[in-house]
């Protein structure tokens, strides 16, 4: 069983950030380092968009196929939801969809079509919002939307921080966790985020490892091909002391049931810097027919019950994700949420499952959720 799968759904997430940012510097990383996923990007915007050293001409209800596995849409909005539809299916074999949005776009709206969509085969992944380091206050100035974006996003890539002095990557990163508290915040050159927190690591580290911090080797290696709309004769030799924060993950795995009422505190306070959560649960006698997949990316959360596999042992299992998180304490809060001996010999309580059950979905009709291809 892997916990990292939740009903094989596929992460749609947004990612957004104002012109200049990095949004498709970060992404051409992203494909660079796919480990083998196939991912479909999906650009909210017209005109030529550069993916992947390749020039994708945006023409509206445009579909290529990359060399790299890759499919780019150039699309309006309002198509969103047929390309999510035809992106989901089986036979594309997709892993990560990525809605690279406009400059100037409300990336709320994205969102928003995201989780008020219908697919059964898609689940809100998150909204990624890219800020320029070095242009962060000429650009609040500009764009005062830039503080509500900040507010709503799950992750916030503090990117180009090459171009600014410790004390101001410091100050703004102060700006930024009072601007939007409950997001992860990951600092970057180069748009140089480690995968793993946009796809479920296939091979999460040991548990007393955290990912390895890119280097100044690494950030030379390919430096030609990584700075899209980035001058590289600015930077040479810049970049070697300022750090790239990676992501740590706590994996968790517990024979005995879990509370329903104490897992739900444990989610409804999730500490600042935990961006995902997924797995599955056992609840026990609570629920002794069904597992819960557990899908959890910033504020947004939400449960997927089904019968567990015959020949499957019963337990939870759960990988969290995030940066600047204490480890430590989150495996011991997630600890004593497990059900003890003497509570397991209780009856349950039939009203301990109403706080899961208020993030569990309605199943779509038969017809709806069966593949038209």
């Known amino acids: 069983m892997n916990p990292s799968t939740t009903g094989d759904q596929i992460p749609v997430v947004v990612l957004a950030g ?28 017209f005109g030529a968009v550069e993916i992947d050293a390749m020039t994708v001409a945006g023409q509206v209800g445009s579909t290529i196929s990359l060399g790299n596995g890759c499919l780019c849409c150039a699309v309006d909005a309002s198509e969103l939801d047929g390309y999510l539809e035809r992106l989901s299916r089986p036979t594309a074999r997709i892993d990560l969809i990525v809605i690279e949005a406009s400059g100037l776009a409300e990336p709320q709206e994205l969102v928003r079509m995201i989780l008020t969509g219908d697919n059964p085969r898609t689940v809100y992944g998150g909204l990624v919002q890219v800020v320029d380091a070095a242009e962060f206050d000429a650009t609040r100035d500009r764009h005062p ?36 508290p409950g997001a992860a915040v990951v600092s970057a050159s180069f748009g140089r985020i480690d995968p793993g927190l946009l796809f479920d690591p296939a091979a999460r580290p040991a548990e007393d490892e955290k990912i390895r911090q890119l280097s100044f080797e690494d950030l030379r290696a390919d430096e030609d091909e990584d ?58 006698a609570a629920d002794p027919a069904n597992r819960y997949a557990v899908h959890a990316v910033g504020r947004f959360l939400r449960f997927y019950p089904e019968p567990w596999p015959r020949g499957t042992e019963r337990r939870t299992q759960l990988v969290l994700i995030g940066s600047g998180i204490d480890r430590d304490a989150l495996a011991k809060e997630l600890t004593v949420c497990a059900v003890t001996e003497t509570e397991a010999a209780t009856a349950p309580d039939e009203s301990a499952m109403w706080g899961v059950l208020r993030y569990v979905r309605s199943e779509p009709a038969a017809e709806e959720a069966a593949d038209p291809a």
């Open 145 to 180: 939307e830039t503080d509500r974006h900040l507010a709503i996003a799950d992750l916030v890539v503090l990117n180009k921080t090459d171009r600014v002095t410790p004390a101001e990557h410091e100050r703004v990163l102060g700006v930024i966790g009072t601007l939007g």
């Open 227 to 284: 700075h899209t709309g980035e001058d590289a004769g600015e930077h040479a030799g810049e970049h070697a002391h300022h750090p790239h924060t990676g992501y740590e993950s706590v994996s968790y795995d517990e024979p005995a049931a879990m509370d329903p009422r104490r897992l739900m505190t444990f989610l409804d306070s999730r500490p600042e810097g935990l961006y995902r959560v997924k797995g599955f649960v056992d609840f026990g």
């Open 18 to 45: 104002f012109l200049g940012s990095g949004k498709t510097t970060l992404l051409n990383h992203l494909l660079r380092r796919r480990a083998g996923n196939r991912i479909a990007v999906v650009v909210n915007d």
